[in-house]
């Protein structure tokens, strides 16, 4: 096997492939000034697994690459090809909210099966959708992430109240709360814009002591964690820590956050941020391996 990491993810290809025992190398990509991309793979490539390694936030930039190495890869004699992707993009767009609008999920998805035979992610956004396999053709596996914030809850948090900002996170704080064996509750959002979200505790429990802890899978501006902090101070509970799947904050997100008076903001180690405090690449390795051992035939170049 050989892991070889995209454009921006050494780090993580290096640890994945650290975890697999295997052989690690960066894909080289030039960019000419016409603004077109080249990419170059320095490493022997006949009869190998090839796992193409990274996170697809930014997707716009970082897709074209990711294409052009499944595919030379192929060219150049590998056996299969992965994708071993912590973030996958373009999950949310899963129906057509007005007239005209492409279901990018759909279409994203028919672009990535034409070159890979495999793609492992962590918890995308299923929220419209029962499966990966409803969108992907190809072999896919999820790695949950819920095994191992449970963990870390136990082990840093003292008494936790989990707490969902809105409907679309109840899955992962259901399944967290269960695992660290700590109740739970759903927040009720309105979204306006981009940036204008409204948020209040839909119910009233009886949570004397507890630590509230904010979960979401995915967290960009902060503005529903925002909302969410707000809301729980004002039912008079205690201040709370946040917690990410994908930490795709933008640059002031998580400065807001701590001077709206939340405690600590950690997130899982799928897109490489300061926050990062949950290690994944172990449950990836494995799930990589699972599926590389299950290699369908070969498909011609």
């Known amino acids: 096997m050989l892991i070889l990491a995209l454009p921006g993810a050494a780090a993580f290809g290096e640890r994945l492939a650290a975890r697999l025992h295997c052989d690690f190398s960066e894909l080289a990509r030039h960019r ?35 294409l052009f190495a499944a595919d030379a890869a192929r060219e150049l004699g590998a056996s299969q090809v992965g994708l071993a992707a912590p973030y996958l993009a373009y999950m949310r767009q899963d129906q057509r909210f007005n007239a005209g609008e492409a279901v990018t999920s759909l279409s994203y998805a028919r672009l990535l099966s034409l070159s890979l035979d495999f793609i492992v992610t962590v918890d995308p956004h299923l929220h419209r959708w029962r499966s990966l396999a409803e969108l992907y053709p190809i072999r896919t596996q999820v790695v949950r992430s819920a095994p191992l914030v449970a963990r870390w809850l136990q082990r840093h948090v003292d008494r936790p109240l989990l707490v969902g900002p809105d409907s679309e996170s109840g899955q992962w704080v259901a399944e967290v709360a269960a695992l660290a064996q700590a109740p739970w509750t759903v927040m009720a959002k309105v979204r306006r814009s981009d940036r204008d ?92 391996l699972e599926l590389a051992a299950t290699a369908a035939p070969v498909r011609e170049s």
Do not use: M, Y
């Open 32 to 66: 000419f000034p016409d603004g077109e991309t080249l990419v170059r793979i320095d490493a022997p490539l006949k009869g190998r697994c090839v796992v193409l390694a990274g996170s697809l936030d930014h997707p716009d930039d970082k897709t074209l690459p990711l």
């Open 197 to 288: 979200v409204g948020v209040k505790l839909a119910e009233r429990g009886h949570w004397p002591g507890r630590t509230p802890v904010l979960l979401d899978d995915i967290v960009s501006t902060g503005n529903t964690l925002l909302g969410a902090t707000a809301a729980l101070r004002k039912a008079g509970l205690a201040a709370p820590l946040c917690i990410a799947v994908h930490a795709l904050f933008d640059a002031q997100a998580q400065q807001r956050l701590l001077a709206a008076g939340v405690t600590r903001v950690i997130s899982c180690d799928t897109i490489e941020h300061p926050t990062n405090a949950i290690r994944l690449a172990p449950a990836i390795a494995k799930a990589v």
